[in-house]
């Protein structure tokens, strides 16, 4: 999910449809061809040319906006292409990836609209090059697991690198069941209702195609330096834990995100061409938006080091059994919450256990734990008028304001429950 806020744009904003399925090629490198084998284009060995470990680095930007967005993720891309640039094809070339899905220019989600995967770079001249590298069916959604990881997969094997991260754009609703967000209600009469899938979304005539968290996760083929989550609730301790086997880093937001998102102009400055710096892209992303006015003025952002959140695991089970019974009646309007309108599925973490009645001591230790996973966190003091009193930098379920259906979800389908038993 995104919250649809126009603010001044950092760019032109419109890009054009046929950039995602049309190869424009400036230029082609022979290893490009060649899969980087040692042999020339023609298939020949050539004496005393091998190659080592690579040293590049590979940035894949899914843009998964088929749906309300299209219009700003159109803009993000034309942003990205007027940023910093890998210059040319070679085996030691820096990549950027993207792997794009829009609204047709007629806007009708009906219309038939194929995903696209295409490689973006500057040629010598500082033009701009897309080769496009695959194109799906028309009716293939791009928020499903198997589109996902057939170009992670091709990536991979076709851009040996040192290294590679994604950044993930579209409508998302953290841990929670597809379509939950908007229509609770048929969820509760309904518990037999699904499946249940919480990020992307490629919208339909007849409602929306959407992605189990779980199904995210199983689609990276490959370990990820990191994971920038461009979409709103996602800074929820669920998902980060979620990816702890698979990204070093996790960027996200527990509340929503403005609909023009990171800033893509200068985010490969600090992802390609170096030891890639997620921390950065968060840090650039709240410094924009903390520097606005009004309503404007609004962001959370969280970078967490998911595979350190051992010890967070290991206090926060301890406590969630110690005050079970009173996280299981606290009232919701004492907690601090990252959520409008009655929205009540995402809750400051240390909040609930603070007003669970922790101890010193134990706040202490839970401090602690939160300190050894997160790397960054930054909040403005407002966010579309909640007041953001406290801060932990994750987002949690509370059980108290949830139900038994969301209960039973959260017991069959989220690992950090199966992992602290915060529900039982």
């Known amino acids: 999910m995104y919250v649809i806020v126009r603010i001044m744009s950092k760019s032109p904003i419109w890009i054009s449809l046929i950039l995602l399925v049309v190869s424009v090629s400036c230029f082609k490198d022979p290893n490009f061809e060649s899969g980087f084998s040692g042999e020339d284009s023609g298939g020949r060995s050539v004496p005393g040319r091998s190659y080592s470990e690579p040293s590049r680095r590979v940035m894949v930007m899914i843009s998964a906006g ?81 589109t996902i990881r057939e170009a992670l997969t091709f990536v991979q094997s076709r851009f040996p690198a040192k290294g590679y991260g994604v950044v993930f754009s579209s409508h998302a609703s953290g841990w929670l069941p597809a379509g939950y967000y908007a229509s609770p209600e048929s969820y509760e009469k309904a518990p037999s209702a699904g499946p249940y899938r919480s990020i992307g979304q490629d919208k339909t005539a007849t409602g929306g195609i959407e992605m189990e968290l779980s199904e995210f996760a199983q689609a990276i083929p490959m370990h990820l330096d990191y994971l920038l989550i461009d979409a709103c609730l996602s800074g929820c301790v669920e998902v980060a834990y979620a990816f702890r086997d698979i990204a070093d880093v996790v960027g996200f937001s527990p509340a929503e995100v403005l609909a023009n998102g990171f800033m893509y102009d200068v985010i490969t400055t600090h992802l390609l061409g170096k030891e890639p710096d997620p921390v950065s892209v968060c840090r650039d992303y709240f410094e924009y938006y903390d520097a606005q006015s009004g309503n404007n003025r609004s962001a ?68 602690a734990a939160l300190e050894e996973c997160i790397l960054y966190k930054a909040a403005t003091p407002y966010f579309l008028g ?7 930098g994750l987002s949690m379920y509370l059980p108290s304001r949830g139900s038994a259906f969301l209960d039973q979800f959260y017991k069959t389908q989220i690992d950090w429950n199966n992992a602290t038993e915060l529900v039982k």
């Open 66 to 146: 088929f749906n309300s967005l299209s219009g700003y993720l159109s803009s993000d891309l034309e942003e990205l292409s007027e940023g910093k640039l890998p210059v040319g094809t070679s085996y030691s070339s820096d990549v950027l990836m993207v792997l794009s899905r829009t609204v047709t220019s007629s806007g009708q989600y009906g219309d038939p609209s194929p995903a696209a995967l295409y490689r973006l770079y500057a040629d010598f001249s500082g033009n701009v090059c897309r080769d496009t590298l695959m194109v799906w069916d028309a009716e293939t959604p791009l928020s499903r697991g198997q």
């Open 386 to 392: 909640i007041p953001i009193r406290i801060y932990s």
């Open 300 to 367: 959370t952002i969280t970078a967490v080091t998911p595979g350190r959140m051992g010890p967070l695991v290991q206090v926060c089970k301890e406590l969630f059994e110690k005050y079970r019974s009173a996280i299981r009646t606290l009232p919701g309007g004492t907690v601090q919450g990252y959520f409008r309108f009655d929205h009540h599925y995402f809750y400051d973490l240390k909040d609930i256990l603070l007003k669970a009645g922790i101890n010193s001591e134990e706040e202490a230790r839970l401090d």
